[in-house]
Structure formats: C-alpha cells, structure tokens
Nanobody, 121 residues
C-alpha cells in the first residue's frame, strides 16, 4: 500500500517563503509524474505544478516564477519551494503521484493528506 505524507505547511506573511515536502512509502515500482495541487475554500482543486519522469516541469500561470517544483527519486519525494507568497496562495496543498505497476500494466493515482498554507496580508 503506497502512502504519501506531506509536511511543511503553515502560516506566513505575504512575501514570505515556505517549502512543502511529500514523501511516498510502500511498494513503489514506477513514478510517472509528481505534482502539487491546491484547493481554496469553495473553489475547485487546481494544479499548481508538476514534474514528469523525464524531469519536465509545468506550472500554473499564477505561480510561475515564484514556485519551484523539484524531486528526489532516491527518496520518492517531491518538493514545492514557494517564494513571494501572496494571500491568494492560501489553500490546502495536496501532493499527487501518478504511479505504474512494475510492468507498466496499469497506472493509479495517490494523494497526500493535504497541508494548510495560510498567507496573511
């Protein structure tokens, strides 16, 4: 059973920084890609950033230039460095892994439990 555990959320003033971490444990064979999503109150969950198995990255327009996604495949971990935070970045942040079986026969998603990020003005 694969589990994702997140850490690093908290309360920060506008302009500050936070670093989120997400580590996977369990029987992991292949990681297709890793990503971070967020969900603000009464809003749908949205993609913040993702990184593919080849290392390509993609960012939401609202965070481009301020957030950086990175990974450590040896640790099955993904990180999100968030700089120049704004009040509108306030949300629960979730990590997501798209995984595949050992023979790539099937793929499945795993989500972290979520971590609250609150940016005060």
């Amino acid at each position: 059973q694969v589990q994702l555990v997140e850490s690093g959320g908290g309360l920060v003033q506008a302009g500050g920084s936070l670093r989120l971490s997400c580590a996977a444990s369990g029987s992991i064979f292949n990681i297709i890609h890793m990503g971070w999503y967020r969900q603000a109150p009464e809003k749908p969950r949205e993609l913040v950033a993702e990184i593919t198995s080849g290392g390509s990255t993609k960012y939401a327009a609202s965070v481009k230039g301020r957030f950086t996604i990175s990974r450590d495949l040896a640790k099955n971990a993904v990180y999100l460095q968030m700089n120049s935070l704004k009040p509108e970045d306030t949300a629960v942040y979730y990590c997501n892994f798209l995984l595949a079986s050992a023979d790539f026969g099937y793929e499945y998603n795993k989500w972290g439990q979520g971590t609250q990020v609150t940016v005060s003005s």
